[in-house]
């Protein structure tokens, strides 16, 4: 391998050198081997096609590069971002959204068993803010926050449910906000949330 710069590397990628882009896809593919090892999902059929996504993904942002590291450990971020990107699909997409609106209440934090006054108020709060989002949040307004909640990736919610990311953003923000109107009604504000779960 050539020992390249920075602006070596940009400038021989920008100009699409053959040479460059192979010795870009050896470095992606090793740092990817060694990020991924150990994760069952990350076969070689899997490194190899998150390495052409690297590549594609490196090669349209080079003008994202600011120059605070080696481009080649950038490159292999990048590419191991998208790596991690594909593993959170591929976990989520036999999940049905329906099946998790039915299977919540949403993660609940685990409490120390001694704790039992917190415990149970965070217990009430959970039951209260399950019955918020049963009666005043919309059908879809529920599944958005609640797959959210279980930690399933926006982009997948918004593919799932037929929205832009913004169109997305803006139902888990009135969801949210219904959430908030709700909680108050029943006499609990921000801080009691924030003191439940220590936050």
Do not use: C
Not at 49 to 71: A, H, I, M
Not at 119 to 129: C, G, I, N, T, Y
């Amino acid at each position: 391998m050539t020992a390249r710069t920075n602006e070596d590397w940009l400038r021989l990628l920008g100009e699409a050198e053959e040479a460059a882009v192979a010795e870009l896809r050896e470095v992606l593919h090793r740092g990817l081997r060694r990020a991924l090892a150990g994760r069952a999902a990350a076969d070689d059929g899997f490194i190899e096609d998150v390495t052409q996504d690297g590549v594609l993904k490196v090669l349209g942002g080079l003008t994202t590069f600011r120059g605070d590291s080696r481009f080649t450990t950038w490159a292999v971020t990048v590419a191991v971002r998208v790596a991690f990107t594909e593993l959170r699909r591929a976990r989520w997409k036999d999940v049905s959204l329906d099946r998790l609106v039915e299977d919540a209440p949403a993660r609940q934090p685990a409490a120390p068993p001694t704790d039992t006054p917190s415990r149970d108020a965070r217990q009430a709060l959970l039951a209260e803010m399950r019955r918020v989002i049963d009666a005043d949040l919309t059908d879809r307004q529920r599944q958005a926050l609640v797959a959210e909640f279980k930690g399933m990736p926006q982009a997948e919610i918004a593919t799932r449910m037929g929205l832009t990311r913004n169109a997305l953003y803006k139902l888990t923000h009135d969801a949210r906000q219904s959430l908030k109107r709700g909680l108050e009604a029943a006499g609990i504000d921000g801080d009691e949330v924030r003191a439940a779960f220590d936050m």
